[in-house]
C-alpha cells in the first residue's frame, strides 16, 4: 500500500513539475492565464500604452466558425469597455507567413462582428496582437505597429483594424520588454507584474489553479474528440505535452497509442 502511495505521489509530483515549468509564450498556457480578465487587461493596457482600458469579457481558445472556408482558433478573444475587439495570438514558430495570417484573423473578426441588417459603422475597432518568441519581421523593436496610410502625403489611413507585433526576443528599456521577460519565464514567485503575476502564482502554486489548469487540457482534448478530428486530437496531445501540461504516458493513452509510437509522432510535428 505504501508503495502504491509513493508511486502516485511521484506521479502528481511530476505534473506539478511540468506545469510550472510552462511560460507564457505556451499558446496553451497563456490561453489558460490570460482568459482571467484582470490578467489581460494588465497586458492589454501595456501593449497598447492605456492606462484605463477595462476589459469586458474574455475568452480563452475561442473559435470562429467559417462554413466555406477554414476555421479559426483565437488564443484569446478580448472585448473592452467600448466594443473593442481584441484577439492576443501567441506564435513560436517562423515558418508561417505572419502578415498574412493577422489578416485572416482580423477578417474572421470582422465577418463575426457584424450582424445582419446593420451599417458598417457598427463595426467594432478590431485589434490582432500577435506576440512571438523571436524578432519575426526583423523590426528591432518590443512593439510595432502596422501603419497604413493613404496617398504621396502618407495620410493616415483608419479603417478600424490594427495590427500590432510584440517581439520577446529584445530589451528597449519599455515596459513591455520588461514584460516579455516575464512572459519568458512565468516565475511564480516573481510579483513585479501585477494582476499577471497573480495570475500565474494562482495556477502554478495553488490547487484551485492547478485543477483549473487539468480542466481546460480536458475540454481541449474532449472538443477534438466530438468533432471526429483524430489528427487534431493528436496535435492537441503533443502541444500539451510539450507545454508541460500532461505526461507523455498519459498522452498516449488517450491518443491509444504506445509511448514509443506517441514519441516517434511527436518527432514528426513542427514545434
Same mark, same amino acid.
Not at 492565464?33 to 475568452?59: H, M, N, P, W
Not at 515558418?95 to 457584424?114: A, E, F, I, Q
Not at 526583423?138 to 512593439?143: F, W
Given at each position: 500500500?505504501?508503495?502504491?502511495?509513493?508511486?502516485?505521489?511521484?506521479?502528481?509530483?511530476?505534473?506539478?513539475?511540468?506545469?510550472?515549468?510552462?511560460?507564457?509564450?505556451?499558446?496553451?498556457?497563456?490561453?489558460?492565464?490570460?482568459?482571467?480578465?484582470?490578467?489581460?487587461?494588465?497586458?492589454?493596457?501595456?501593449?497598447? !500604452?492605456?492606462?484605463?482600458?477595462?476589459?469586458?469579457?474574455?475568452?480563452?481558445?475561442?473559435?470562429?466558425?467559417?462554413?466555406?472556408?477554414?476555421?479559426?482558433?483565437?488564443?484569446?478573444?478580448?472585448?473592452?469597455?467600448?466594443?473593442?475587439?481584441?484577439?492576443?495570438?501567441?506564435?513560436?514558430?517562423?515558418?508561417?507567413?505572419?502578415?498574412?495570417?493577422?489578416?485572416?484573423?482580423?477578417?474572421?473578426?470582422?465577418?463575426?462582428?457584424?450582424?445582419?441588417?446593420?451599417?458598417?459603422?457598427?463595426?467594432?475597432?478590431?485589434?490582432?496582437?500577435?506576440?512571438?518568441?523571436?524578432?519575426?519581421?526583423?523590426? !528591432?523593436?518590443?512593439?510595432?505597429?502596422?501603419?497604413?496610410?493613404?496617398?504621396?502625403?502618407?495620410?493616415?489611413?483608419?479603417?478600424?483594424?490594427?495590427?500590432?507585433?510584440?517581439?520577446?526576443?529584445?530589451?528597449?528599456?519599455?515596459?513591455?520588454?520588461?514584460?516579455?521577460?516575464?512572459?519568458?519565464?512565468?516565475?511564480?514567485?516573481?510579483?513585479?507584474?501585477?494582476?499577471?503575476?497573480?495570475?500565474?502564482?494562482?495556477?502554478?502554486?495553488?490547487?484551485?489553479?492547478?485543477?483549473?489548469?487539468?480542466?481546460?487540457?480536458?475540454?481541449?482534448?474532449?472538443?477534438?474528440?466530438?468533432? !471526429?478530428?483524430?489528427?487534431?486530437?493528436?496535435?492537441?496531445?503533443?502541444?500539451?505535452?510539450?507545454? !508541460?501540461?500532461?505526461?507523455?504516458?498519459?498522452?498516449?493513452?488517450?491518443?491509444?497509442?504506445?509511448?514509443?509510437?506517441?514519441?516517434?509522432?511527436?518527432?514528426?510535428?513542427?514545434?
Amino acid at each position: 500500500m505504501n508503495h502504491v502511495r509513493k508511486s502516485r505521489m511521484e506521479v502528481i509530483q511530476r505534473e506539478v513539475e511540468r506545469i510550472r515549468s510552462s511560460n507564457l509564450l505556451s499558446d496553451t498556457f497563456a490561453s489558460i492565464a490570460l482568459e482571467d480578465a484582470s490578467a489581460c487587461q494588465y497586458v492589454l493596457r501595456r501593449i497598447l !500604452g492605456q492606462d484605463d482600458l477595462t476589459v469586458f469579457q474574455v475568452k480563452g481558445q475561442y473559435r470562429l466558425l467559417n462554413l466555406t472556408a477554414k476555421d479559426s482558433i483565437l488564443d484569446i478573444l478580448a472585448e473592452d469597455g467600448e466594443g473593442r475587439l481584441m484577439n492576443l495570438e501567441i506564435q513560436r514558430r517562423n515558418t508561417v507567413d505572419h502578415p498574412r495570417r493577422t489578416r485572416y484573423y482580423g477578417s474572421m473578426l470582422d465577418k463575426s462582428s457584424l450582424d445582419k441588417g446593420l451599417t458598417y459603422d457598427k463595426m467594432p475597432d478590431v485589434y490582432v496582437i500577435y506576440i512571438s518568441e523571436k524578432d519575426l519581421l526583423k523590426t !528591432g523593436e518590443s512593439v510595432s505597429w502596422v501603419k497604413k496610410s493613404l496617398g504621396k502625403n502618407r495620410k493616415a489611413y483608419d479603417d478600424g483594424r490594427y495590427v500590432i507585433y510584440v517581439n520577446a526576443n529584445v530589451d528597449d528599456g519599455t515596459e513591455v520588454a520588461e514584460m516579455m521577460k516575464y512572459f519568458k519565464t512565468a516565475d511564480p514567485d516573481d510579483m513585479s507584474q501585477g494582476a499577471l503575476s497573480r495570475r500565474v502564482r494562482y495556477l502554478k502554486r495553488e490547487k484551485g489553479g492547478y485543477q483549473l489548469m487539468c480542466e481546460a487540457a480536458e475540454e481541449l482534448i474532449n472538443w477534438g474528440r466530438e468533432e !471526429g478530428r483524430e489528427e487534431g486530437v493528436l496535435d492537441t496531445l503533443i502541444t500539451l505535452v510539450r507545454d !508541460g501540461l500532461i505526461s507523455v504516458k498519459d498522452a498516449a493513452a488517450r491518443a491509444n497509442l504506445t509511448e514509443e509510437v506517441f514519441i516517434s509522432r511527436m518527432s514528426t510535428v513542427k514545434k
